[in-house]
């Protein structure tokens, strides 16, 4: 009886235990997402400070979902105001598992958002973002040529990304997190950018 009562109040500890992890990084993920909403808003002469890697990837998908704030697509990017703002990653997904459930729960203006993961060669046009991880560097010309003449944000983490027509590169330098913006690449996509967010960035032709 006393074993059964153990083995019961083990297992509750241990569904607690989980529970608490889940909770505790939701939280953190969410937290990371209202700082960079307000670091974008009230620190224009900052980066973000990063420690490991588990906080820069989670500093980075917080800057995909916020640029979508700083970004406006041309009209017609949306068959309606219910359709999805598509983010799709392309190659290794460097983020975790939970990247979609998280992005799920939040919107874009009107729409909601959507992430897909996708290779290099699949048809990328459909997507409003793509981020090109740096796994997939050598990869990026391919994913570049594959969406010109679209309206798509393409985001990267690669040396020379936005040089080489990438839109946004996400770089880091002594541990703080920065971003380029190639400007001339996103008039040809049709895109405009906040001059908050360009204030924040170095400008790359």
Avoid at 34 to 39: I, P
Avoid at 76 to 101: H, N, Q
Avoid at 157 to 186: C, M, Y
């Amino acid at each position: 009886m006393n074993i059964h009562l153990q083995e019961r109040n083990d297992n509750r500890a241990g569904w607690e235990w989980r529970l608490a992890a889940k909770t505790k990084t939701r939280l953190i993920r969410r937290a990371f997402f209202l700082m960079v909403a307000c670091w974008l808003f009230l620190n224009p002469a900052r980066a973000l400070s990063l420690n490991n890697e588990d906080q820069e990837y989670a500093l980075k998908l917080a800057c995909l979902y916020n640029f979508t704030k700083f970004v406006e697509w041309p009209a017609g990017s949306y068959r309606d105001a219910g359709t999805p703002l598509a983010i799709c990653v392309v190659g290794d997904d460097p983020f975790g598992p939970d990247i979609g459930g998280d992005l799920r729960t939040r919107k874009a203006g009107s729409h909601p958002v959507e992430v897909k993961m996708l290779r290099s060669n699949d048809t990328l046009n459909s997507c409003h973002i793509v981020f090109v991880p740096a796994t997939e560097k050598n990869q990026a010309t391919r994913t570049l040529t594959a969406v010109k003449g679209s309206s798509t944000l393409t985001v990267g983490e690669s040396d020379g990304f936005a040089a080489l027509g990438g839109i946004i590169n996400l770089t880091v330098e002594n541990n703080k997190l920065h971003f380029e913006v190639n400007r001339l690449a996103a008039e040809r996509a049709g895109l405009m950018i906040s001059s908050k967010l360009l204030s924040l960035a170095k400008i790359v032709q």
